[in-house]
C-alpha cells in the first residue's frame, strides 16, 4: 500500500480492482459476500432461460396455492409461479443500480475532489447547496420528479445517478482534502501543471480508495431505494415481476400464503447483506474508515 | 447562522423545482376543468399570474410568519392540516428514540469491550442485518409474526390523524420496534468503533500502565471521550426519525408526516409538498444544529480550533 501512495499513477485501475477484489475475498465476510453477489449476478443474467413459467401467465384455479412439485415457491394472489417472479425480479434492480451507481460516484466524486482542490467562494456556496439539498429526505426528492415524469427506467436511472451522486461530493472533498496539501501536489502546482491534470495524476489515485468504498455503499442504498419505491408503488410497473412489488403484493395474504412475500424477501435481503458484507470487508481492507451515517 | 442559510437554500430549490414541474395549483385543483376561463379566474383568484419571484417572497413571508398557505385539494389551511401528523411523527419517532438510545449505547459499548469475541460478533452482525434489510421487510416480517401468527399485536393501525395519543397504542408498538431496530444498528456501530478507538489510545494505555482498575478506566477514562462523536450519528437519526419515516408509516397505515407527504405528492398538492419539504429539513438544521453546540459546550478543545478556523 505504501508504494502505492509513493507512486499514485502507477497501477492501472484494472489492476488495482483485480487485486482490491482478491483482498476482499480473503477475508470470511467479503468471501460470503461476494459469493453472493455473484450469485445474484447469474440469476439475473441467466433467468429468462431458466425460469419454468411465464411470470404473467394467471390462473383462476391455482390462486395462492402451497408450494408443491410443479411450482416449487407456491403461486401468488393471481395463481403466477412465484419461483419465476423471484428469479427474474431482481434484473430490473440491478440493471437499474448497476448502472446508476457509477455515474453517482463518477460525477459526485468529480465535483468534490474538485471543489477539494479549488477551495475558495465556489467551493463554500456549492456546499451550502449539498447541505441543502442533503436537509431534504430523499423520498421527497425522488417522487417528486417521479411523479412528474413517470416510473420507466429512462427516468430512474437519471433520477437515482444525480441523487446518490450528492452525498459523494462530500465524502470525495473530504478525502481530498487530505491530499491537497502533500508534497507531490504542491510539487506538480509548482511544475505548472493545471487543475485538470493534477486531479487526473495526483488526487484521483489516492482519493481512489475512499470512493470505491463508498460506491459499495451507495450501491446497497440505491437498491434500498429501489425497491422501498417499488414497495411504495412508484418503481416498477406491473406486471413486471419486482420484488419491492412483490412484497408489497404479498403482504394481505402473509398471514395465509407466507411462500409469495418469503421467497423475495428472502432474495432481496440476501443480495443486500451481501452487499454490505462486500463493502464492510473492502473498507477494512482498504484500511478506509467506513462512512457511519444515520440512514438518510 | 448557516442554518438559517440552509433553510432559505431549501426553500428556494424546493420553490423553484415545483416551479419547474409541468402543473400548477390550478390544473390540480380543477384537474380536467383546467382550461379556458375557469383556469384564468382560478389563477387570479390564487395570484398565480404574478411573477415567480414576487409569489416567492410572499410564501416565503408568510412561512416565517407560521402560514404555510392553503392546500390544493382539502380547501384546508396547511398548518392545521400539518400539526397533527408533526404531532403523531413526533410521538412515533420519540418512541423509537426511547426505546433504541439506551439500548444502542450499552450494546454498542459491551460490543466494544468485548471485541472480536462471541458477543461483539453477535451484536455486530445482528446490527449489520437490521440497517441494511429494507424497512419494509423487517416490518412485513413482525407484522406477520406478531399479528398473523400470535395474534398478539395489531398489524395496522386504523386511528384518523388527529385521534389523542393514547389510543395509538397497542397499534404503535411494531412500528416503534421497526424503527428503534433500524436506529439502535446505526448507533451501535459508531458508539462500539469510537469506543475502540479510545481503547486504543495512548492516554488509556498510560492509565493501565498506571495501574488503574478496569471500573474506573472504562467509566472515566475511556466513555466520557468516546461518546462524543456519536452526538453527530444520534442527530442524523433524530432528524431521520422526525423529518416521517414515509415506508414505515405506510406499511402501518400511521398518520404521520411521511404518509402525509406520498398523498401531497401523488395528489400534486404542491402548496402542501412545498410546507412539508420547508418543515422536514427546518428540523434537519435545527438538530443538526443543537448536536454541533452540544459537541462545542461539552469539549472545550473543539471550540479553540472552531474559532481558528473562522
Same mark, same amino acid.
Given at each position: 500500500m505504501?508504494?502505492?501512495?509513493?507512486?499514485?499513477?502507477?497501477?492501472?485501475?484494472?489492476?488495482?480492482?483485480?487485486?482490491?477484489?482478491?483482498?476482499?475475498?480473503?477475508?470470511?465476510?467479503g468471501?460470503?459476500?461476494?459469493?453472493?453477489?455473484?450469485?445474484?449476478?447469474?440469476?439475473?443474467?441467466?433467468?429468462?432461460?431458466?425460469?419454468?413459467?411465464?411470470?404473467?401467465?394467471?390462473?383462476?384455479?391455482?390462486?395462492?396455492?402451497?408450494?408443491?412439485?410443479?411450482?416449487?415457491?407456491?403461486?401468488?394472489?393471481?395463481?403466477?409461479?412465484?419461483?419465476?417472479?423471484?428469479?427474474?425480479?431482481?434484473?430490473?434492480?440491478?440493471?437499474?443500480?448497476?448502472?446508476?451507481?457509477?455515474?453517482?460516484?463518477?460525477?459526485?466524486?468529480?465535483?468534490?475532489?474538485?471543489?477539494?482542490?479549488?477551495?475558495?467562494r465556489?467551493?463554500?456556496?456549492?456546499?451550502?447547496?449539498?447541505?441543502?439539498?442533503?436537509?431534504?429526505?430523499?423520498?421527497?426528492?425522488?417522487?417528486?420528479?417521479?411523479?412528474?415524469?413517470?416510473?420507466?427506467?429512462?427516468?430512474?436511472?437519471?433520477?437515482?445517478?444525480?441523487?446518490?451522486?450528492?452525498?459523494? %461530493?462530500? /465524502?470525495?472533498? &473530504? +478525502?481530498?482534502?487530505?491530499?491537497? *496539501?502533500r508534497?507531490?501536489?504542491? !510539487?506538480?502546482? =509548482?511544475?505548472?501543471?493545471?487543475?485538470?491534470?493534477?486531479?487526473?495524476?495526483?488526487i484521483?489515485?489516492?482519493v481512489?480508495?475512499?470512493?470505491?468504498?463508498?460506491?459499495?455503499?451507495?450501491?446497497?442504498?440505491?437498491?434500498?431505494?429501489?425497491?422501498?419505491?417499488?414497495?411504495?408503488?412508484?418503481?416498477?410497473?406491473?406486471?413486471?415481476?419486482?420484488?419491492?412489488l412483490?412484497?408489497?403484493?404479498?403482504?394481505?395474504?402473509?398471514?395465509?400464503?407466507?411462500?409469495?412475500g418469503?421467497?423475495?424477501?428472502?432474495?432481496?435481503?440476501?443480495?443486500? %447483506?451481501? /452487499?454490505?458484507? &462486500? +463493502?464492510?470487508?473492502?473498507?477494512k *481492507?482498504?484500511?478506509?474508515?467506513? !462512512?457511519?451515517? =444515520?440512514?438518510? | 447562522?448557516?442554518?438559517?442559510?440552509?433553510?432559505?437554500?431549501?426553500?428556494?430549490?424546493?420553490?423553484?423545482?415545483?416551479?419547474?414541474?409541468p402543473?400548477?395549483?390550478?390544473?390540480?385543483?380543477?384537474?380536467?376543468?383546467?382550461?379556458?376561463?375557469?383556469?384564468?379566474?382560478?389563477?387570479?383568484?390564487?395570484?398565480?399570474?404574478?411573477?415567480?419571484?414576487?409569489?416567492?417572497?410572499?410564501?416565503?413571508w408568510?412561512?416565517?410568519?407560521?402560514?404555510?398557505?392553503?392546500?390544493?385539494?382539502?380547501?384546508?389551511?396547511?398548518?392545521?392540516?400539518?400539526?397533527?401528523?408533526?404531532?403523531?411523527s413526533?410521538?412515533?419517532?420519540?418512541?423509537?428514540?426511547?426505546?433504541?438510545?439506551?439500548?444502542?449505547?450499552?450494546?454498542?459499548?459491551?460490543?466494544?469491550?468485548?471485541?472480536?469475541?462471541?458477543?461483539?460478533?453477535?451484536?455486530?452482525?445482528?446490527?449489520?442485518?437490521?440497517?441494511?434489510?429494507?424497512?419494509?421487510?423487517?416490518?412485513?416480517?413482525?407484522?406477520?409474526?406478531?399479528?398473523?401468527?400470535?395474534?398478539?399485536?395489531?398489524?395496522?393501525?386504523?386511528?384518523?390523524?388527529?385521534?389523542?395519543?393514547?389510543?395509538?397504542?397497542?397499534?404503535?408498538?411494531?412500528?416503534?420496534?421497526?424503527?428503534?431496530?433500524?436506529?439502535?444498528?446505526?448507533?451501535?456501530?459508531?458508539?462500539?468503533?469510537?469506543?475502540?478507538?479510545?481503547?486504543?489510545?495512548?492516554?488509556?494505555?498510560?492509565?493501565?500502565?498506571?495501574?488503574?482498575?478496569?471500573?474506573?478506566?472504562?467509566?472515566?477514562?475511556?466513555?466520557?471521550?468516546?461518546?462524543?462523536?456519536?452526538?453527530?450519528?444520534?442527530?442524523?437519526?433524530v432528524?431521520?426519525?422526525?423529518?416521517?419515516?414515509?415506508?414505515?408509516?405506510?406499511?402501518?397505515?400511521?398518520?404521520?408526516?411521511?404518509?402525509?407527504?406520498?398523498?401531497?405528492?401523488?395528489?400534486?398538492?404542491?402548496?402542501?409538498?412545498?410546507?412539508?419539504?420547508?418543515?422536514?429539513?427546518?428540523?434537519?438544521?435545527?438538530?443538526?444544529?443543537?448536536?454541533?453546540?452540544?459537541?462545542?459546550?461539552?469539549?472545550?478543545?473543539?471550540?479553540?480550533?472552531?474559532?481558528?478556523?473562522?
Amino acid at each position: 500500500m505504501s508504494t502505492n501512495r509513493a507512486h499514485p499513477q502507477k497501477p492501472s485501475l484494472a489492476v488495482r480492482l483485480f487485486v482490491v477484489t482478491r483482498e476482499v475475498a480473503a477475508r470470511p465476510s467479503g468471501a460470503i459476500g461476494l459469493l453472493l453477489i455473484t450469485l445474484h449476478l447469474l440469476v439475473a443474467l441467466a433467468s429468462p432461460w431458466l425460469v419454468p413459467y411465464d411470470f404473467k401467465a394467471i390462473s383462476a384455479v391455482l390462486i395462492l396455492a402451497p408450494p408443491d412439485s410443479t411450482h416449487w415457491f407456491g403461486t401468488d394472489q393471481l395463481g403466477r409461479d412465484v419461483l419465476t417472479r423471484t428469479l427474474l425480479g431482481g434484473r430490473e434492480a440491478i440493471l437499474v443500480t448497476l448502472v446508476a451507481t457509477p455515474i453517482a460516484v463518477a460525477w459526485g466524486g468529480f465535483v468534490g475532489i474538485y471543489l477539494g482542490l479549488a477551495g475558495g467562494r465556489l467551493d463554500a456556496t456549492l456546499m451550502r447547496v449539498v447541505d441543502a439539498f442533503l436537509a431534504l429526505p430523499w423520498i421527497l426528492k425522488m417522487l417528486l420528479l417521479i411523479v412528474t415524469f413517470g416510473t420507466g427506467i429512462g427516468v430512474l436511472i437519471p433520477t437515482l445517478a444525480v441523487f446518490y451522486g450528492i452525498p459523494v %461530493i462530500r /465524502i470525495a472533498r &473530504a +478525502a481530498a482534502h487530505n491530499v491537497v *496539501a502533500r508534497d507531490y501536489v504542491i !510539487a506538480a502546482r =509548482a511544475r505548472g501543471h493545471g487543475r485538470l491534470s493534477i486531479i487526473a495524476r495526483e488526487i484521483f489515485p489516492n482519493v481512489l480508495d475512499a470512493l470505491m468504498v463508498e460506491g459499495a455503499m451507495r450501491w446497497s442504498w440505491m437498491l434500498l431505494a429501489f425497491s422501498s419505491l417499488s414497495f411504495l408503488g412508484f418503481g416498477v410497473s406491473p406486471p413486471t415481476p419486482d420484488w419491492g412489488l412483490m412484497i408489497a403484493d404479498a403482504r394481505t395474504f402473509l398471514p395465509i400464503a407466507p411462500w409469495a412475500g418469503l421467497y423475495p424477501i428472502a432474495a432481496l435481503s440476501s443480495l443486500i %447483506i451481501g /452487499i454490505n458484507l &462486500a +463493502a464492510d470487508a473492502l473498507a477494512k *481492507a482498504l484500511g478506509v474508515d467506513r !462512512a457511519y451515517k =444515520a440512514p438518510i | 447562522m448557516l442554518g438559517v442559510i440552509t433553510v432559505a437554500l431549501v426553500s428556494l430549490i424546493i420553490f423553484s423545482a415545483v416551479e419547474v414541474l409541468p402543473g400548477d395549483a390550478c390544473t390540480a385543483l380543477l384537474q380536467q376543468d383546467a382550461q379556458g376561463q375557469r383556469l384564468i379566474n382560478c389563477r387570479a383568484q390564487l395570484g398565480l399570474e404574478r411573477p415567480a419571484y414576487v409569489r416567492y417572497a410572499s410564501w416565503a413571508w408568510g412561512a416565517i410568519q407560521g402560514d404555510l398557505g392553503m392546500s390544493a385539494h382539502g380547501h384546508a389551511r396547511i398548518s392545521d392540516l400539518v400539526a397533527d401528523r408533526v404531532k403523531n411523527s413526533l410521538l412515533l419517532g420519540v418512541s423509537a428514540l426511547a426505546l433504541g438510545l439506551p439500548l444502542a449505547f450499552v450494546m454498542g459499548i459491551l460490543a466494544a469491550l468485548r471485541r472480536d469475541r462471541i458477543l461483539d460478533l453477535v451484536l455486530s452482525s445482528l446490527a449489520i442485518s437490521a440497517m441494511t434489510i429494507p424497512e419494509f421487510v423487517s416490518a412485513t416480517i413482525l407484522i406477520l409474526v406478531f399479528s398473523g401468527w400470535l395474534g398478539w399485536l395489531p398489524g395496522i393501525i386504523l386511528a384518523s390523524a388527529d385521534t389523542p395519543a393514547v389510543d395509538f397504542f397497542p397499534g404503535i408498538i411494531l412500528p416503534v420496534v421497526v424503527l428503534a431496530m433500524v436506529m439502535t444498528a446505526h448507533i451501535l456501530r459508531t458508539v462500539r468503533s469510537s469506543v475502540i478507538e479510545v481503547l486504543d489510545s495512548d492516554y488509556v494505555r498510560m492509565a493501565t500502565l498506571k495501574g488503574v482498575p478496569y471500573r474506573r478506566l472504562v467509566l472515566r477514562h475511556v466513555l466520557p471521550n468516546a461518546l462524543l462523536p456519536a452526538i453527530n450519528v444520534v442527530a442524523l437519526t433524530v432528524a431521520w426519525l422526525l423529518g416521517g419515516v414515509v415506508v414505515v408509516e405506510t406499511v402501518f397505515n400511521y398518520p404521520g408526516l411521511g404518509r402525509l407527504m406520498i398523498s401531497a405528492i401523488s395528489d400534486r398538492d404542491l402548496a402542501l409538498v412545498q410546507a412539508i419539504a420547508l418543515i422536514v429539513a427546518g428540523v434537519y438544521v435545527v438538530v443538526n444544529l443543537t448536536a454541533d453546540l452540544l459537541t462545542l459546550v461539552a469539549n472545550p478543545r473543539l471550540r479553540t480550533t472552531m474559532v481558528k478556523r473562522s
